[in-house]
């Protein structure tokens, strides 16, 4: 295997040469990641090339890069850096006890773009929804669905799913609430499920179906596959593009740290979502930005409910986070015609739902399809005669911000525009 070193100057240089030489490699260069110590004005031999720039040592096209620095030039921050850098061409990074490896990503037949996350609960499937309603309306899309909750072989889902469809598949057993069917139940767009397990440093799964969902998803031979990452694992294909969905809350030294920088590196655009005043989101997009120069779009998450709420007293139950639930209950009110907006955030948490279900005294549940939406929200309302409506969360550039919906058609465009034979 063709090997890169990087190596710094505050090892002796006679060191690092017999530490070269001792790799199973076939070592083709070495990147000086820093350091001068040890140093004696340039004259130092290696026994291979040496360069000072990492895009030098990758133009050697190393099959491994191996790690033989260390602190103070290559800390934790630094390392995972540098890390993401090379797994982001595609290169596994090792080091004296570790070994990142890129995720494995399976080449697609058809133009695809994916949407991918930071973590859970950030907006992600929002986002999915939001691009497959712009997508579908000049091309044949299929959304490709991961989730923790996904159904045990690919399930295929062509017509949007009634609340009672939904009620009456957990009360089979099934997961009601997953990804592929909120997309499906929001957007009417056609739909595949898959489940995923585990996931790692830089977003591989350990198990999915995913290409098997694929597969499924082919025979309606769409124009363009969507796919909707988990969590903060990516879906295991070789995507056109991907939309990065970062939230505002986030600290910046995680969304932009670690393997998040992976995530950034392999992105096209950023997608900042629960831009609420106060939330920061400023530092987090300079932040960023200063990672990879891509458009960051600023947004925030607004409730529709799917039926007529005006002067109603409704509960609304949500993922999202407290500092949100004051805008939500007025966008109810003001844009939706709300008499009276209670917002719960405990839909991830059945012990305090089931207790907030009891003390709420309205007309009509309002839920968005995650978590204990159907099998506690929904059955609830039956118990006690009420309705319930399910709500879709609207993606809203905030004033001044790149045009998200001009952005999406650009990257499903130029997907279209690749050559036939891909990966």
């Known amino acids: 295997m063709r090997a890169v070193a ?7 240089p006679p060191v690092v040469r017999d530490a070269i030489a001792g790799l199973p490699y076939d070592v083709v260069a070495a990147y000086l990641a820093g350091g001068s110590e040890k140093l004696r004005g340039g004259a130092e031999d290696y ?3 040496l360069v000072r720039e990492l895009a030098d040592a990758l133009a050697f096209d190393p099959d491994v890069v191996v790690d033989l620095s260390d602190e ?60 497959a309603r712009l997508l ?14 996904g159904p045990p072989e690919p399930e295929l889902v062509e017509t949007r799913p009634t609340l009672a469809e939904l009620v009456a598949r957990s009360r089979r057993g099934a997961h009601a609430a997953s990804d592929h069917l909120e997309t499906a139940a929001l957007t009417g767009v056609t ?20 290409a098997a969902g694929v597969e499924l998803a082919l025979e309606s031979s769409p124009d363009l596959l969507l796919f909707d990452g988990s969590g903060a694992a990516l879906p295991p294909v070789d995507a056109d593009a991907r939309v990065l969905v970062v939230p505002a809350h986030q ?13 950034i590196l392999v992105s096209d655009v950023v997608v900042l979502t629960m831009c609420e005043a106060g939330s920061g989101h400023e530092d987090l997009r300079g ?59 405990n ?67 130029a997907a279209a525009l690749e050559p036939t034979v891909r990966g």
């Not at 898959?194 to 995913?210: D, E, Q, T």
Request: aromatic share 4%.
């Open 6 to 12: 990087v190596i710094d100057g505050e090892h002796y």
């Open 47 to 49: 026994g291979v090339p």
């Open 72 to 131: 103070p030039v290559l800390g934790p921050r630094e390392r995972f850096a540098l890390a993401s850098r090379v797994l982001a061409r595609g290169v596994p990074y090792v080091g004296a006890d570790f070994r990142l490896e890129p995720p494995e990503l399976e080449p697609v037949d058809v133009p695809s773009l994916a949407v991918i996350g930071t973590g859970k609960r950030v907006g992600k499937t929002a986002v999915t929804g939001h691009a």
């Open 136 to 149: 579908s309306r000049d091309r044949s899309v299929v959304v490709v669905a991961m989730g923790r909750g």
């Open 191 to 210: 739909t595949v499920g898959c489940w995923r397990c585990g996931g790692g440093l830089a977003g591989a799964p350990a198990l999915s179906n995913v």
């Open 251 to 263: 600290s910046p030294d995680v969304a932009t740290g670690y393997l998040n920088t992976y995530r």
């Open 287 to 345: 932040a960023l930005e200063r990672v990879k120069p891509l458009p960051v779009i600023a947004t925030v998450l607004r409730p529709r409910p799917l039926g007529d709420v005006t002067g109603r007293r409704v509960a609304f139950f949500t993922t999202a986070p407290e500092q949100a639930h004051a805008p939500l209950a007025a966008h109810l009110r003001g844009v939706h015609g709300a008499a009276d907006v209670v917002v719960s955030g």
């Open 347 to 413: 839909l991830a948490d059945r012990a305090a739902l089931r207790a907030e279900l009891e003390r709420a005294d309205v007309e009509l549940f309002l839920v968005e399809l995650k978590a204990a939406a159907i099998d506690v929200v929904a059955e609830a309302a039956l118990a006690r005669g009420l309705e319930t409506l399910l709500v879709e969360e609207e993606v809203r550039p905030l004033a001044g911000e790149p045009d998200l919906d001009g952005h999406l058609r650009a990257l499903a465009d």
